[in-house]
């Protein structure tokens, strides 16, 4: 995936956090890209509290494409994926994972939100112990300012 197709696509991951933020949802957005890095081919918000974004998309995606597709794909999401979600995207055999900003930026925002307790475990951690060579984008430096946007206010609101 090119840097002009992983800054356009991090940007519409960030649209779709909005979108979630305006249904009241924590602001989290995520991308399935085909393995031509072009093609959308799903695109989720959070949830809730266990629903996250990248977790709902990738459990979406492997019910609808095979493991095979699904390793040429890239799920793009505008924050480092958590334990969870990386576990997720591991075992729905997504080949890539693009994110804007990482866990350390987003618990420096929120601070131990009871909603948003983080995990300082960093998804290529989760995923160096696995068996599947998972390829791992981000941070993305000069994007994590639009990243953030979305959060500023909201976490204190709550």
């Known amino acids: 995936m090119h840097h002009n197709q992983i800054i356009r696509h991090l940007r519409r991951a960030n ?3 909005r979108r979630a933020a305006s249904m009241g949802r924590h602001p989290f957005g995520a991308l399935l890209v085909a393995p031509d890095g072009e093609t959308v081919l799903a695109e989720q918000g959070n949830i809730d509290t266990v629903k996250h974004a990248e977790s709902t998309l990738a459990r979406t995606a492997a019910d609808n494409w095979p493991a ?7 799920l793009v999401t505008t924050f480092e994926p958590c334990a969870m979600c990386t576990g997720t995207l591991y075992w729905a055999n997504i080949g890539r994972v693009v994110y804007g900003a990482s866990e350390e930026a987003l618990l420096a ?14 998804c290529r951690e989760v995923l160096a112990r696995g068996q599947k060579n998972i390829e ?19 976490w204190a609101s709550r």
């Open 15 to 17: 649209d779709v956090a």
């Open 68 to 74: 095979e597709y699904l390793a040429r794909c890239t």
């Open 109 to 122: 925002l929120t601070g131990n939100h009871e909603e948003n307790p983080t995990l300082s475990l960093p």
């Open 136 to 154: 791992v984008i981000g941070p993305v430096p000069e994007l994590e300012a639009e990243m953030l946007e979305p959060h500023q206010g909201f």
